[in-house]
């Protein structure tokens, strides 16, 4: 049987999945819907946990991500990405929308310098209690255990002065990922208002408008995405949020419940192309990969 490290290198290193993903038969599945991409980490990480997801992309595969985005796609905000779809006549180019969980600082080190280089927009969700933290999220148990071998940028949230200059650069959006990052299935309604409101009033007392919000977890199947959860973002003022369900954004997409598609470290230029114009094939199979770690 492959060890989990043969397993991840032959994933990463396999040519017959890069010949498919640059096949011709990959295409976009319609002109007329997008996809939204969710990041969390992007550090450079030198070692593998298996017993732990680092959710990293390190800073040189980023790059070469978005270098191949553009080249394939229109890289759109995400309160955009509904309207495009919606539009005649639709976009000639298949539209894509980039988000970040969790606020790290990161963010703000490794990836603002490359958003400013390809001119590309993207949206961070931050989580409001844990801004300008000098400790790592409670939430994050990799952080937790390995943040002490890590350079602090790598697990540690932005402070806001590094949030206001995200947004100085006019290509970062900011929106809510909750105030501390709760588990939805362990919460009653009354706490699931208080963790919607409380981030936007926070948020928009910084920053004016605040329109996006991720569901923390944001698995509809698991539980993370309850109606409950649904309107209390909406009564909060957010006008549309996104979870952890894999799809693509069609006009017809329920705006507070909006798919996205993960972004892996192992995705080269020719699996992230492919993701972006609608073969969810390459993510299967990546996925299947990472969720073998997860269960671990
Ligand atoms: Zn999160």
Not at 172 to 181: F, L
């Amino acid at each position: 049987m492959l060890s989990r490290m043969r397993l991840k290198r032959a994933v990463k290193g396999s040519a017959g999945l890069a010949a498919v993903a640059a096949s011709p038969f990959v295409r976009a599945s319609t002109a007329a819907s997008g996809c939204i991409f969710a990041y969390h980490r992007v550090a450079d990480v030198r070692f593998v946990d298996a017993s732990l997801d680092d959710w990293n992309v390190s800073p040189t595969r980023f790059e070469q991500q978005i270098a191949a985005l553009v080249e394939c796609a229109e890289i759109v905000r995400l309160t955009d990405l509904l309207g495009r779809c919606r539009a005649s006549p639709p976009p000639d180019r298949p539209l894509v929308a980039l988000t970040f969980d969790d606020g790290y600082a990161n963010f703000y080190t490794q990836v603002l310098p490359i958003l400013k280089r390809y001119r590309v927009p993207a949206t961070v969700f931050v989580v409001t209690s844990l801004v300008g933290s000098e400790h790592p999220p409670a939430f994050d148990g990799w952080s937790v255990k390995h943040g002490g071998r890590l350079d602090p940028d790598a697990w540690r949230p932005m402070t806001w002065d590094q949030l206001e200059q995200c947004l100085a650069s006019g290509l970062v959006t900011v929106g809510g990922h909750s105030h501390r990052h709760l588990k939805a299935p362990e919460c009653t309604p009354e706490l699931l208002i208080e963790e919607a409101s409380r981030s936007r009033e926070i948020l928009v007392s910084r920053f004016g408008e605040v329109e996006t919000y991720a569901y923390p977890y944001g698995s509809s199947r698991l539980g993370y995405v309850p109606d409950a959860y649904v309107e209390a973002v909406a009564a909060a003022g957010y006008r549309l949020a996104v979870t952890y369900d894999l799809g693509r954004v069609t006009g017809q997409t329920d705006p507070f419940r909006m798919p996205r598609i993960e972004a892996h470290g192992v995705d080269g230029p020719a699996i992230i192309r492919a993701k972006a114009l609608g073969s969810l094939a390459p993510y299967r199979l990546t996925d299947r990969f990472r969720q073998a770690r997860r269960s671990a």
